[in-house]
């Protein structure tokens, strides 16, 4: 509660502050959350009961504004304050125009995304997810690359589709509670029954929404376009953060809501997460556009942890949460460094690069790190995290497992792919003038690697925050199944 | 009651200083008169005696304003302070139109407070005639004529349809008043004996009602003529004549025909506003000119407001309407005064006239967006509150109907997103003329956005005041 008042306050304070102002007044906004988020985490027990709880009506008895924190939320909160101060700090390298606003919808996203991930209440929880999207519209159409507002319209209407079909599935949800009172309590809404057809609809819905933000396959046309054409900030935002928006609605909302057809969904979103993993990987080979690449790595990487979650068993859930962590360090870290080879070379074709690390061995060394940590390399923090991934989908179906598995080698093929011909080789045409790093770069670079290798060498404590949790859920899942067996 | 006297001796004073052309006290005295005339409905309200006061001057049992009757009058009396307050006196629109406007005003109070299908009637043409000039009110404009004339043949058409259905009601009950026709197709309806009279009377008003609120299929008037008449007679058609029109439809067919809803008129409503919603939106997504797309969108969002008939329970349908009406009104002012913000500077009402509008006044593009994410239903406005009680209303009976209208809502996205293009995001090099906003219509926007928000972040407040109400 407090966070998201702190950020919405920081969010206006940030508008309202003269022009040369606002990026400090911005920065200072996302270290005070982060911190705050620190102090909580302080006081706070993972055992799977929510803490920090504040509960009021907000609409009429029906719908509560509540929030609570457990270890999932935490570790989702971590992320996203931890991301945005490195957002900001990357965001602040460059000019740009009508600053205030820029900052003040980044900060304003964080308040959404903060919300999203507390919420405790159906409506509150699809009340911030439609917040998250208005921000981050703004962002990537007010300051495009290119000036085509025609992907950021269709991800906006993709992504608004989803919702309201979420909604639709809510709100049925809510009709069938029974009782007069906080018809949309997460208990509530978890503890209604379902039957088969129902639930197959009901989970439809909210899976369309979920599905969109991923991006499950069919659904993921929006994502390259709208990654290139936006602004590195709203990139990052986009696939560091709102990617994990969805995923974290699969463990927390959508399989405990209807677990009745959670044989057919689980199989559907492990076989999808499956071809994604592969498709991704396959496409991402051919790109030369490094955002693009990357965002083509994203659509493989986030096909593998929903493939995971998808298991519904303890260790393909941890892996996901282990990966969701470490995926969104990964990409806002690369995105930083495409941003920065970007301005000094104009150019982000990888055809047009080539032998940066002579120029600039720092960079280039924190570079790798952060390829390696993508890669899933071991004592990097992408390693964990894939290895309980593969080994839940493993137990789940031997081939799909062997399919899964070929990410670790696609994977190596395209992002040392890229980083050989970005920074190995002879400097070419548009690199021959590569100055090494500045000052006010190497602090977001810094505490992404060292939160790369810190989480590859003790990722233990993701397990432990989110232990109960994720038994929790479970819980309720392997109930309502053992009830229809 | 006495709010509509008022209004009514306000309208009186304006025609005569049109006649002394003394037009510079127009303005100033129809808001004191409207800002006296909410005052005291509001009054009315709060006391929560309305039966007691307005029972005395029932006029032979045909008018009651009970409480529905005072939230539309308290509404339409809002929407046409703001809606005056929202623009310049313009040389085409004298002391003698704003009386007119007035006029218009009184027939739309009467329609939320009749009990016999006279005073509806009566209504309806007191709320129409002036329409009638106002539209064609730019006398050289060929446009503007065009849309006066089309404006009064299809409404004279509607008025008759809706006549004969009246005659046609009358021939199978036998009565006009409401509680008499509820008591009539009551029986009727419980007895499965509902003449073929009474079913065709029924859709005949429901027709004539559909042309005055414009929704599918009897909405082809509309674009020309909100296109054609002058800006302030258009927004007072798209949100005073609308929702009073809307007030009167869902008091005649709550109370008067409640209980014939199931085999009668609910699935012919449910159609129109499945076919309003979607058909509205849809083609509201290729026009061309501000005036028309908001036509379009209006029809659409005729057809959410139809949505709010289908609930189970009279006085939460009637809520949910009202608030939905309030969000629509509010939302439409803004729209509409920057319309004509814009087009009193110089420009026409096309679309591209609104390029880099966000250059020019923050304010102004911040209230746009505000609006379009009202009507939109984007959570945290007004809109939303409105769209989720109607919604959720009409869940149990006719979830079909709530599916297309999301799916609506969807389209309808796009429709705002044309609006956004020109309005914020469009870069562009020649920029739009200087804009003057003067202080009235700073206020206006300002007391709307804050209605749109305040409600939207905070409904407890509104739930609040319901159940003051209602309890």
Redesign the interface.
């Known amino acids: 509660m407090e966070l998201i008042i702190i950020s919405i306050i920081a969010s206006i304070v940030t508008y309202l502050v003269p022009k040369g102002m606002a990026k400090m007044v911005a920065l200072l906004g996302a270290i005070l959350t982060l911190g705050y988020n620190a102090f909580m985490l302080n006081s706070f027990t993972a055992d799977g009961v929510k803490r920090f709880v504040f509960d009021k ?4 008895d029906a719908i509560h504004f509540s929030v609570g924190i457990d270890g999932i939320s935490m570790l989702m909160l971590l992320l996203t304050n931890i991301l945005v101060v490195v957002i900001l700090l990357g965001a602040g390298m460059q000019e740009r125009k009508q600053e205030s606003l820029f900052y003040s919808l980044i900060l304003f996203m964080q308040a959404a995304l903060i919300g999203v991930f507390v919420a405790n209440d159906g ?1 509150m929880f ?2 911030f997810w ?2 998250a999207l ?1 921000p981050i519209y703004f962002l990537s ?2 300051w495009s690359e290119t ?1 085509d ?1 025609k992907t950021t ?1 269709k991800f ?2 993709y992504t ?2 989803g919702s ?2 979420m ?2 599935s809510f ?2 949800l ?2 069938k509670v029974g009782y007069e009172g906080h018809l949309f309590s997460y208990d509530n809404l978890v503890a209604v029954k379902l039957s088969y057809a129902e639930s197959m609809w009901v989970g439809f819905g909210i899976l369309l929404a979920f599905a969109v933000k991923i991006p499950l396959l069919p659904l993921n046309s929006w994502q390259p376009d709208t990654y290139v054409e936006s602004p590195t900030a709203a990139t990052q935002l986009l696939s560091g953060i709102m990617l994990k928006m969805g995923l974290y609605g699969l463990i927390r909302w959508f399989f405990p809501l209807v677990p009745e057809s959670y044989d057919f969904w689980s199989k559907v979103i492990i076989v999808l997460g499956v071809i994604a993993v592969v498709y991704g990987a396959l496409i991402a080979i051919r790109q030369n556009d490094m955002k693009r690449l990357t965002a083509f790595s994203s659509l493989s990487h986030v096909g593998l942890i929903a493939a995971g979650i998808a298991t519904l068993t303890i260790v393909g859930i941890q892996g996901a949460l282990v990966q969701m962590f470490a995926h969104g360090v990964n990409v806002v870290g690369i995105f930083l460094c495409i941003d920065i080879i970007e301005r000094r070379a104009k150019s982000r074709d990888l055809t047009h690069l080539g032998g940066i690390a002579k120029q600039s061995p720092y960079f280039a060394a924190l570079f790798l790190i952060l390829v390696l940590g993508t890669m899933a390399v071991p004592f990097t923090n992408g390693f964990p995290g894939e290895l309980l991934l593969l080994k839940s989908i493993f137990t789940y179906d031997t081939i799909l497992g062997v399919v899964a598995g070929l990410t670790i080698i696609l994977c190596a093929v395209y992002m040392l792919r890229m980083y050989q011909k970005s920074m190995l080789g002879m400097p070419s045409g548009d690199v021959y003038l590569f100055p090494d790093l500045q000052k006010s770069e190497w602090p977001a670079l810094i505490i992404v690697c060292i939160m790369v290798l810190g989480m590859g060498v003790y990722p233990q404590w993701i397990v432990e925050l989110t232990k109960a949790s994720s038994d929790n859920i479970l819980k309720i899942i392997l109930e309502t199944v053992g009830e229809i067996a | 009651m006495i709010a509509i006297i008022v209004v009514f001796i306000g309208a009186l004073f304006c025609l005569y200083l049109g006649i002394k052309k003394q037009e510079s006290f127009a303005v100033p005295i129809a808001l004191t008169t409207l800002a006296i005339a909410i005052g005291i409905t509001s009054v009315q309200l709060i006391g929560k005696e309305p039966w007691a006061l307005e029972l005395s001057l029932r006029s032979g049992g045909m008018m009651l304003f009970d409480f529905s009757a005072q939230l539309f009058s308290l509404i339409l009396l809002v929407g046409l302070f703001l809606v005056l307050l929202g623009f310049k006196p313009l040389k085409t629109i004298g002391a003698d139109l704003l009386g007119l406007l007035m006029f218009s005003l009184c027939g739309g109070m009467l329609l939320t407070g009749f009990t016999h299908l006279v005073m509806m009637f009566l209504g309806i043409e007191v709320l129409s005639i002036p329409l009638y000039v106002l539209a064609g009110a730019q006398k050289t404009n060929k446009s503007s004529n065009e849309a006066a004339i089309k404006y009064f043949l299809m409404g004279a058409f509607s008025t008759a349809i809706l006549l004969m259905g009246c005659a046609f009601i009358y021939g199978g009950t036998g009565t006009l008043e409401l509680e008499g026709l509820n008591r009539a197709t009551y029986m009727q309806g419980h007895m499965k004996l509902a003449t073929p009279l009474v079913f065709g009377g029924v859709l005949l008003i429901f027709i004539g009602f559909l042309f005055k609120v414009a929704a599918v299929p009897f909405h082809f008037w509309t674009p020309d003529v909100y296109e054609g008449s002058p800006t302030r007679a258009t927004v007072f058609m798209a949100t005073v004549v609308k929702i009073a029109a809307f007030a009167g439809l869902i008091r005649l067919f709550a109370i008067g025909f409640g209980e014939l809803k199931d085999p009668v008129w609910l699935n012919t409503l449910a159609i129109a506003s499945a076919l309003s919603i979607v058909i509205g939106n849809a083609t509201a997504t290729i026009q061309k000119n501000a005036k028309r797309l908001l036509a379009y969108s209006g029809i659409a969002q005729a057809g959410y407001m139809l949505i709010a008939f289908v609930g189970n329970n009279y006085s939460t349908d009637i809520w949910n309407l009202w608030v939905y009406a309030g969000a629509y009104i509010f939302a439409s002012v803004i729209v509409f005064t920057i319309i004509g913000i814009v087009e009193e500077n110089g420009n026409s009402s096309d679309l591209e006239s609104f390029r880099g509008l966000s250059i020019h006044n923050k304010f102004l593009a911040f209230a746009l967006v505000v609006a379009m ?1 009202s009507m939109a239903g ?3 406005t007004m809109g ?2 409105g769209k ?1 009680g109607i ?2 209303a009409a ?2 009976v006719k ?1 079909w109907l ?2 297309i209208a ?2 609506g ?2 389209i309808g ?2 429709v705002y ?1 044309s609006f956004f ?1 020109q309005a ?2 469009s ?1 562009t090099d020649k920029p739009l003329n200087k804009l003057k906003v003067s202080l009235s219509q700073n206020i206006a926007l300002v007391i709307s956005v804050a209605a749109i928000l305040i409600i939207g972040i ?3 407040l509104l ?1 609040n005041i319901k159940d003051f109400f209602i309890n």
């Not at chain 1, 009506?57 to 009429?60: A, D, G, K, L, Q």
């Open positions: 009506p907000w609409f009429s409506i699809y009340i439609e917040l208005i159409a007010l000036g507002y319209i906006f209407i608004f589709i309201l079909a909604l639709a709100i049925y809510g009709s | 994410f984007i959570p945290l939303f509150v989720y919604l959720t869940f149990g979830p709530v599916v999301l799916v809502s969807a996205i796009g997103f293009k914020i995001l870069r905070l409904p407890l739930t």
